[in-house]
């Protein structure tokens, strides 16, 4: 099943994704049509039940999957692509049967675009403090507030948000459906340093009527839900952030075997091999750290503290390989248009979204019980 994946996958990569990711960076969007293409071939059900029409997989077979993906080399891309990894699961683990029914098809067919709202205007890390209020009034809840960095906020047609229908702290926190085309739910686009085909947005809710029935699990626990949310997510940015690595060196060698200067090759100058080798070397200890969590993983551990060391290990490795691509690329790599510059300018939003690496590396220490 993984090679007939892996062949299915690079054919849509290198058919539909690769040549044109650039004008789609440049343009920041990409077509809505997209979501249509993936969902056919059966890419956005990977890895959901299948009683809610999805493609069961093993984090094994997942890992496959994005390896294959990011052969496009580009990030941005796959975070809006497949935003519904981390806004459909609370549908999934928290939704009625009713809800479920109704909604995931859609989602995961690529007609529905879904998005996570967590983090607002006023802190992304501190998620227990969160301020988005969600009042319930008869068979509805008043949803007031503000979320921002959203990714696919301006497109979703659903927003997995989390909201306080509680007191203070965690113990207050629910996560609730909205529609998109909810009344007094406003939205604004965001810039950005990279990621620029990503759809990026703030959110504001003003006195927005969600049915209750679009609550994802019980009241107040869906601090849980999210948490279960976030080591996935952070596993697949690890994995995202490894292999975007691996286009970065795949591009410079191409380039330091073609390019020539003193008369040599590139990569005939020794200090240019070995850079090549320092980023082989980085890439091969991430992928060896991903294979080892994903092993354990597929047993059902959740390894959330090696979740978060792996997320900023690959992150950082994702840095440093993108910085020296764009060195051996010289000029060129400084241009619009190759792969390290793209990815150099990425890597940041790895280093930060889906838990920075501070917080990250404080709750890998109160895992390991040091704090
Ligand atoms: C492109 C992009 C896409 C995103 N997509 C989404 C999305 O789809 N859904 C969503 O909900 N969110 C999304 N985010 C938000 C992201 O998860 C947050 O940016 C992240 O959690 C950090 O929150 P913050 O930006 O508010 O930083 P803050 O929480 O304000 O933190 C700022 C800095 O201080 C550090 N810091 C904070 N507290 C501590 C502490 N106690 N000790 C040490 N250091 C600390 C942080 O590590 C960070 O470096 C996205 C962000 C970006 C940039």
């Known amino acids: 099943m993984e090679e007939a994946l892996r062949a299915t996958v690079r054919r849509f990569v290198e058919q539909e994704l690769r040549p044109h990711v650039n004008d789609w960076e440049e343009a920041g969007t990409f077509p809505r049509a997209l979501y249509r293409q993936a969902?056919?071939?059966?890419?956005?059900?990977?890895?959901?039940?299948?009683?809610?029409?999805?493609?069961?997989?093993?984090?094994?077979?997942?890992?496959?999957?994005?390896?294959?993906?990011?052969?496009?080399?580009?990030?941005?891309?796959?975070?809006?692509?497949?935003?519904?990894?981390?806004?459909?699961?609370?549908?999934?683990?928290?939704?009625?049967?009713?809800?479920?029914?109704?909604?995931?098809?859609?989602?995961?067919?690529?007609?529905?675009?879904?998005?996570?709202?967590?983090?607002?205007?006023?802190?992304?890390?501190?998620?227990?403090n969160l301020a988005t209020s969600a009042v319930r009034d008869g068979d509805h809840y008043i949803v007031n507030g503000s979320k921002?960095?959203?990714?696919?906020?301006?497109?979703?047609?659903?927003?997995?948000?989390?909201?306080?229908?509680?007191?203070?702290?965690?113990s207050g926190i629910s996560a609730l459906l909205v529609s998109g085309d909810t009344p007094g739910l406003t939205r604004s686009p965001l810039k950005k340093m990279g990621w620029w085909c990503s759809d990026t947005a703030e959110l504001h809710f003003d006195q927005c009527r969600v049915p209750a029935a679009n609550l994802l699990g019980a009241e107040n626990t869906g601090f849980a839900l999210l948490m279960r949310n976030f080591n996935d997510e952070r596993l697949m940015?690890?994995?995202?952030?490894?292999y975007l690595a691996q286009a970065c060196l795949d591009e410079a060698v191409e380039w330091a075997r073609q390019r020539k200067t003193f008369g040599r090759a590139l990569v005939q100058h020794q200090a240019v091999r070995h850079k090549?080798?320092?980023m082989a070397t980085r890439i091969e200890a991430t992928r060896a750290f991903i294979d080892s969590v994903v092993a354990r993983m597929d047993t059902g551990a959740q390894d959330v503290a090696q979740v978060c060391m792996l997320k900023n290990f690959a992150a950082q490795t994702m840095q440093a390989c993108s910085g020296e691509a764009v060195q051996i690329l010289g000029g060129m790599g400084f241009m619009r248009g190759t792969v390290a510059e793209r990815v150099y300018r990425d890597a940041k939003v790895y280093m930060i979204g889906g838990g920075a690496e501070e917080i990250l590396n404080d709750l890998a220490a109160r895992q390991l019980g040091w704090g």
């Open 276 to 278: 090549l080798v320092d």
């Open 148 to 170: 921002t960095f959203i990714t696919s906020g301006m497109r979703a047609d659903w927003l997995t948000v989390a909201v306080r229908t509680g007191g203070a702290g965690a």
């Open 39 to 128: 969902g056919e071939l059966g890419l956005l059900a990977f890895g959901f039940p299948e009683a809610e029409g999805g493609i069961p997989a093993s984090y094994r077979q997942l890992q496959a999957l994005n390896e294959e993906l990011c052969r496009a080399g580009c990030g941005g891309l796959l975070a809006s692509l497949f935003s519904h990894r981390i806004g459909a699961p609370p549908i999934v683990h928290g939704g009625s049967a009713q809800l479920r029914a109704r909604v995931l098809p859609g989602i995961l067919s690529g007609e529905h675009i879904s998005a996570l709202a967590v983090s607002e205007p006023g802190g992304g890390s501190d998620v227990a």
């Open 237 to 242: 940015l690890a994995m995202h952030a490894c």
